[in-house]
């Protein structure tokens, strides 16, 4: 039987996993649900103020202002795609380098 080594740091046998931060500003948010809808893996109204955010499993910081999540490489197309529909552009993805 084949073992998996998983090591810290985002390291899984010598390769570095790439990770996204998904910026969610909640100001520009118009709550129109677009986001979500084509990415709920990712995307959901928060029950604050009904206005986008990352959900809880990816989620790093969210207030009325902003949300901030981390999400692994495999959902970058599903994050990209919601940001893209957003009409007014208040999701932003960036590449996370360590």
Known sequence: MEKLLFLPSNKF???ILVKYR???DRVTCIACG???ATCPEIYELGL???KNRVVDKYSVKTDENISIGEVP???YECAKAGA???P???IKIEK???
């Open 22 to 24: 998904v910026i969610i």
């Open 84 to 86: 893209d529909v957003c």
């Open 13 to 15: 046998c010598g390769e």
């Open 48 to 50: 604050d103020n009904g």
């Open 73 to 75: 490489e495999e959902l």
């Open 88 to 90: 007014v552009n208040a």
């Open 34 to 36: 677009a986001a979500p």
């Open 96 to 98: 996370i380098e360590e």
